[in-house]
């Protein structure tokens, strides 16, 4: 192999290396952590929620009028929604993952703490709660339909029986023995709630939030004002037929009262998510676009040293050099090339990324990205170089003796 | 050292067809120093490019150094060219991103040779042409006659049967070359085939014979070689090789 | 002399048309992406009512627990509450002030081919429309007498006004809300906002309100808002207890036209929030703010961190893009240096070389632009389509299409520099040899 030479030689005309390799080094940088953002993204965004998301949709009813008993038309749509064949579970909700809209407080395991052991999001709901929402009951129980109890905004009685999320569970009682366990909310001065149950896993409405594992369920019904939410889950395969069935029948029974906001839960998932998925989609059409442009880049400037150095090629073949050697030749030359480049880029890649985690406190860049970073990089510019170094192994050595 | 027998080279684009040699025969034997002369367009070139195995022929025979070149593949032919062919051009062909060294080096390398190996074969590849001095410089700055001396001297670093010459001194002014002839003969003298083509009758007559083309075809074969006088001034000719190494 | 180059500069880029493409193509990518994401930056960031911008503050008081603070770095929390609010309307030492909060209330048209929908809504102040500025079509705001009155009048938006009466004159008549009519004393025109930075905590990107009506009526319904509500601790039962309590859900903006009312405001603040703490309340140290629009819009982070980083991403990609072309340029020139050889044999001076050729670069950069701001239209579109709620962000204005076309000539003419340079160091007498 004649690197030496081959570098030397580069040496000389500096200025298309630097412009080549610069190309490479910066490319590097970007895609590598560009990547990892879209790595990150894309983690994000498949998080389970723990609800049966293919089969699920909500509906919200808003009452008005003076006359407007909005306990008494929980119950009736209620009995009517349960009632619909091709309906498995409806129960009535106040908050659901994916939404970005909730309820969230503090949990103690002492009266009168001055923080909160636990921070969680509170899913009212009834008996039907765990069904319509599809979560695992593992330990413990439901709660019975006795203990279901009913309160407004500004008529509070806060539920004594509660179920969690393993991972509050965990939070709360980290000696283990949840079920049975007893903790503190709402007023400083009250009873301690009891936990009855232990669901696997359930989102906290937020997606960005840190304690998004973190949910406690509730057995209350609990408008909103004249408001109230329904979770209605269907039988596989008939969720769309359902979704009108329900509106239309929940619409007829009651027409005091707008309905909006029928959606699946898979839409909703779609349109939470959906400033992460543009995110990926333009750093990933990025990524193609440095990797289109610099292999490019590589094809233009080595055709042009091939257009160049014509001569030189045959002398080279008339001198004793074998195509495959003046292909070897340039597959070299573009090797050292991107290699510098790589050394610079790896530099600017942990630099970049460095930056990310100051400003944005973003975490740090995994350690094999850079290194499949080089892989892929060396490939790219090989396959690049590939055309006009094949080119240059045709040019035949009688140009050597051609007339200037 | 180097046959051909009726050779024939057709050029075939789209509907015309060009005959660069029709029926050429040729015979250097070792150690001869033969001049290949003729008008431009006669096919000089060709025959130069078709010895040096630098294109294939379309009929007839070729026989070098005992290897009949006739369906030889490109990778052999290169092989072999590396092996018993050097040459030297009328435009140098130096690289002019490499050093005098990495000039010189460059058949070597494709020869295979070990580093130490190719390392004193430059040296004395060099010092034979009296450049030795100026092995780190680069082309760019020599004179046109430096340059072909060290082209000879990259010719000469394999140790070839033969040297192939194309109008080696066309851009040279008069002193230097008279100074690469004299350089070429010494070679010869110390047993190198050389092929020279040229148009200069004046350089074909330093040449022990000559060989005449006209429209592909050989004229003016001489089957004995001329022999020429030969005289040795070996102080004479290290003294004046020194002064061309300062032109 | 231009003329003559432009038309070289025209000729030199037909007569090698792949070259030509690779250039102008890698010049319209880098500037396509640039521009687009600079565009949404732009607008994101850019003041909303750059007239006025510095007199209107947003109002922040630290009435959180003493045990936490709301912000982990110490940031006073980002509403208030109802108490102080109407506190601060009634004490009115600003020049002009208003409390808001966001609610949505039930239409019920009288219409009854139209059927009952939510409409979103604004509880606010007289002054809110004075400080804010929206345009009226029909009529105007209520005021500060009516505020006191808790007079049951209502603005309608645009749209509103279209759905309910098909946008005629509608003053005067009446719309029932969740089973309360309610007066229409103004309509307003087609409002222009990129976003509701008067309400950057609640949504602002979300859809403009739909209707406007006094905070003092809205109170009476007791409706609760329906934007962001916290508390750090319960409060008692009750709607009464609730406006008491230390939750904040209120959104206040103060208009105060100079740096010396600022500071008299300021001062004000801190008296009012002493006042409070001798009552028991505002357990935490002294923490008022008024920050502006544009620096309360910075402290929200309006242009969100991915639109930061997508703007940086796209400048890289530009750089990558121009070195390209630096490369292209560099093997064009190069290869001319024939006919540079020759100019100069001539005639031609070093500089007028030099003129030539980059105006040459400047051929590439404007086609480069031209096609880039084609390139920056669809990028938009793209934006558009996957950020619905920017879609009022993602539109090129003429500053930007100025700021294209001359980005990409000056982008082109840098690149064009060396490659330039290296060309007219050509000695003619080289070249001419060849």
């Known amino acids: 192999m004649e690197i030496r030479p081959i570098f030397s030689a580069l040496m000389r005309s500096k200025v298309s290396m630097i412009l080549i390799g610069l190309q490479v080094a910066l490319t590097l940088a970007i895609v590598c952590n560009a990547l990892f953002i879209i ?157 009855v149950g232990i669901i696997e896993h359930l989102q906290a409405p937020w997606v960005g939030s840190q304690n998004i594992d973190n949910v406690m369920l509730l057995p209350a019904l609990l408008p909103y004002g004249n408001s109230s939410n329904y979770l209605i889950r269907a039988e596989p395969g008939r969720r769309d037929e359902l979704m009108k069935e329900v509106e239309s029948r929940l619409a007829a029974s009651n027409s005091s009262r707008i309905l909006r906001n029928l959606r699946s839960m898979q839409e909703r998932r779609a349109t939470v998510y959906a400033e992460d998925r543009a995110m990926t989609i333009i750093l990933g059409t990025v990524i193609i676009a440095l ?45 050292i090339i991107t290699t510098l480049g790589l050394i610079v880029g790896g530099v600017l890649a942990y630099a970049f990324s460095l930056w990310l985690m100051n400003t944005y406190q973003a975490p740090r860049l995994p350690w094999y990205y850079v290194p499949v970073g080089f892989v892929c990089l060396w490939l790219l510019g090989q396959l690049a170089v590939l055309g006009p170094a094949l080119r240059a192994s045709r040019v035949p050595p009688a140009v050597a003796t051609r007339s200037v | 050292m180097l046959k051909m027998t009726h050779l024939q080279k057709v050029y075939r684009t789209h509907l015309i067809e060009t005959h660069a040699l029709r029926d050429f025969s040729i015979h250097v034997r070792e150690g001869e120093f033969v001049a290949v002369t003729g008008p431009s367009g006669s096919g000089k070139t060709t025959f130069l490019n078709i010895a040096g195995l630098l294109e294939e022929f379309t009929g007839g025979e070729y026989w070098l150094d005992g290897v009949d070149v006739r369906g030889l593949d490109d990778n052999a032919r290169s092989k072999l060219r590396n092996q018993k062919i050097g040459f030297i051009f009328q435009s140098f062909n130096l690289i002019p991103d490499l050093n005098l060294f990495d000039n010189v080096d460059v058949p070597l390398r494709y020869r295979g040779f070990a580093a130490a190996d190719r390392r004193k074969r430059i040296e004395d590849a060099l010092t034979r042409v009296g450049l030795a001095s100026r092995v780190k410089h680069y082309p760019s700055e020599l004179s046109g006659g430096q340059q072909q001396r060290v082209a000879i001297a990259r010719a000469l670093a394999g140790s070839p049967r033969l040297l192939m010459a194309d109008e080696p001194t066309g851009n040279l002014d008069s002193l230097m070359a008279r100074g690469v002839m004299e350089l070429l003969e010494e070679v010869n003298r110390q047993g190198t085939t050389i092929v020279m083509v040229t148009h200069d009758p004046e350089l074909a007559a330093r040449a022990q014979r000559n060989v005449h083309v006209i429209d592909g075809q050989v004229t003016d074969f001489e089957e004995e070689p001329r022999m020429r006088g030969t005289e040795q001034h070996a102080g004479n000719r290290q003294s004046d090789l020194d002064a061309m190494s300062a032109a | 002399m231009f003329n003559y180059y432009l038309q070289l500069g025209l000729r030199s880029l037909r007569r090698n048309p792949v070259l030509t493409t690779l250039m102008v193509l890698g010049i319209a990518l880098g500037i396509g992406a640039s521009m687009t994401t600079l565009t949404v930056f732009h607008l994101m960031g850019s003041d909303p009512i750059p007239w006025k911008s510095d007199r209107l503050h947003y109002v922040q008081m630290d009435n959180w627990s003493e045990d936490n603070p709301y912000f982990d770095d110490g940031r006073p929390p980002d509403q208030v509450t109802y108490r102080d609010a109407v506190a601060l309307m009634e004490a009115a030492k600003a020049d002009r002030q208003a409390a808001m909060y966001k609610i949505s209330m039930p239409v019920q048209p009288e219409n009854p081919e139209v059927k009952p929908f939510l409409a979103l809504g604004r509880a606010t102040y007289s002054d809110f429309f004075a400080m ?150 505002f357990p935490r140290a002294l923490n008022n703010r008024l920050l502006d629009v544009n620096a309360w819009m910075e402290d929200q982070q309006v242009v969100s961190r991915d639109v930061e980083v997508q703007v940086g991403l796209a400048f890289a990609f530009l750089l990558v893009c121009l070195i390209n072309t630096i490369g292209l340029l560099l093997a064009k020139f190069t290869r001319r240096a024939g006919e540079i050889g020759l100019r100069r044999a001539l005639g031609a001076s070093r500089g007028q070389m030099f003129a030539q050729y980059m105006i040459e670069s400047g051929v590439v950069g404007l086609s480069g632009g031209l096609l880039g701001l084609a390139l920056t239209g669809l990028g938009l579109i793209a934006v558009r389509s996957l950020y619905a709620q920017y879609a009022t962000v993602a539109q090129l204005d003429w500053s930007m299409v100025a700021t294209t076309i001359a980005l990409s000539i000056v982008a082109a003419v840098l690149a064009g520099l060396y490659p330039t340079w290296r060309a007219c160091r050509v000695q003619p007498a080289a070249q001419l040899k060849m």
């Open chain 1, 39 to 195: 790595g990150q993204r894309l983690d994000t965004m498949q998080r389970p929620s723990g609800m049966n998301e293919a089969d699920t949709f909500t509906i919200h009813s808003i009452g008005f009028g003076e006359d407007y008993d909005v306990r008494s038309v929980m119950n009736a749509d209620l009995a009517l929604l349960r009632g619909l064949p091709g309906v498995l579970a409806v129960a009535p909700i106040n908050a659901m993952p994916l939404s970005n809209s909730g309820w969230n407080s503090g949990l103690s395991i002492e009266p009168g703490q001055r923080n909160s052991t636990a921070n969680t999001a509170f899913y009212f709901t009834d008996d039907k709660g765990i069904d319509a929402y599809g979560a695992e009951l593992v330990a413990g129980r439901n709660f019975k339909p006795e203990e279901i109890g009913y309160f407004t905004m500004n008529d509070r009685r806060p539920p004594r029986v509660t179920i969690m999320t393993r991972a509050l569970a965990e939070r709360m009682f980290p000696d283990g023995n949840a079920v049975g366990g007893q903790f503190y909310y709402g007023d400083e001065d009250n009873d301690p709630a009891t936990v």
């Open chain 1, 291 to 335: 990797l289109g442009i610099t292999a490019l880049g590589i094809v233009g400037m080595a055709s042009f040293w091939v257009a160049q150095r014509t001569r030189q090629i045959g002398t080279r073949r008339a001198l004793g050099a074998t195509r495959t050697d003046i292909l070897r030749y340039f597959q070299t030359e573009n090797f």
């Open chain 3, 132 to 281: 804010f500025e929206p345009r009226f079509r029909y009529g105007g705001p209520w005021d500060r007498g009516q505020d006191a009155q808790h007079a049951r009048v209502v603005v309608l938006n645009h749209a509103t006004n279209e759905t309910l009466f098909g946008g005629e004159d509608s003053v005067g008549k009446s719309v029932r809300m969740d089973g309360v009519d309610y007066t229409v004393i103004g309509v307003l025109g087609e409002w222009n906002l990129r976003f509701k930075f008067y309400d950057l905590t609640n949504g602002a990107f979300n859809a403009p309100e739909e209707f406007f009506m006094p905070f003092t009526t809205a109170i009476d319904t007791k409706k609760r808002a329906s934007g962001n509500n916290s508390c750090w601790r319960t409060p008692g039962e009750g709607w009464d207890a609730y406006l008491d309590s230390d939750c904040i859900w209120i959104v206040m903006w103060v208009q105060l036209d100079s740096a010396v009312r600022r500071a008299e405001y300021l001062s004000f603040l801190d008296s009012y929030v002493g006042e409070q703490k001798q009552l028991g309340r």
